[in-house]
Every structure is written in C-alpha cells, then in structure tokens.
C-alpha cells in the first residue's frame, strides 16, 4: 500500500486492528476500538569511552525496542480475543501477527503498521458502577517484537 500523502494531518479516529490467526478457523479477527495506543519504536544507545579519549563520549546504536500496543474497546460480549488472553495465562502463549490500518473520511486505507509476534500480556476488565452512565472498557496489552510502517 503506498502511502497518501496530503496537506493537512490525518484523523486518529478511523483505524482498525487485525491480528491473524487467533480464531479457531485461523482466520484473521478484526476489530474497531475506541483507543489504540503505544506503537513506539526506541533504539538504544551504547556509550562507549575510549582510554585514548579521555574527554569524549562515542555512541554508537544499540538494540531496537519496541513498546507494547495498548487496545481498548468497549465490553460487547465478543470471546476472540478472550479466549486467547486465556490461552496465554493458560502457559499456552499463541504468538501472532497484526496490523493498525488507518483510514481516511472516505474508509479509504491510507497508512498500516504491522506488528509481528504479538501476545497478551495484560488484560484489564471494565470498571463497573451503577453510578455513572458510562461504557465499559476493557483493555488488552499486546507485547510485539516488530512494528513497521508498511508503505508497499
């Protein structure tokens, strides 16, 4: 998918996430959230001193970090994602592969990233009060090995 690129920035409110494999058919899940967060890329830095330099600090890159993909949606019965949090506390951890498609007003794709060797690592059920009118939300914790902005 190449990317669009245009004037003004797009909306962070059109997006979906697919993650392949976790129904029982092997078929990819689909999903519309309300909040997708922490797709983040860090590469360290190795200081690294000289006895010759005595005054002077080389650094040099180190290892590539990527953070862990925060989902949340709003509690509607739905057990996919369910039975693979389970799997995983289980000690039966299902690693798989995913992507965040953001789209533009028309549902158009226009930017992907995908993640690979994704697996639960935190759930979060919703906050329940009979006082408030709110939507409950559960949170799902995704630890990744790889994120890359797809741009074929």
Do not use: C
Request: glycine share 8%; proline share 6%; charged share 20%.
């Amino acid at each position: 998918m190449p990317l669009v690129p245009r004037p003004e920035p797009y909306s962070g409110l059109n997006f979906e996430v697919t993650v392949e494999g976790i129904s029982p058919d092997g078929a990819a899940v689909g999903a519309t959230f309300k909040e997708v967060s922490g797709f983040e890329s860090t590469m360290e830095i190795i200081e690294y001193r000289s006895g010759r330099s005595p005054l002077t600090m080389t650094k040099i890159p180190g290892l590539n970090k990527h953070g862990n993909i925060t989902l949340k949606w709003g509690a509607n019965g739905t057990k996919l994602f369910w039975d693979w949090i389970f799997s995983a506390m289980s000690g039966q951890v299902q690693r798989a592969n995913g992507s965040i498609k953001l789209f533009d007003e028309n549902r158009q794709e226009v930017m992907r990233w995908n993640f690979t060797r994704a697996w639960p690592t935190k759930y979060t059920g919703p906050s329940l009060n009979a006082a408030t009118n709110e939507i409950s939300i559960e949170t799902l914790e995704l630890a990744v090995e790889t994120m890359v902005l797809d741009t074929v």
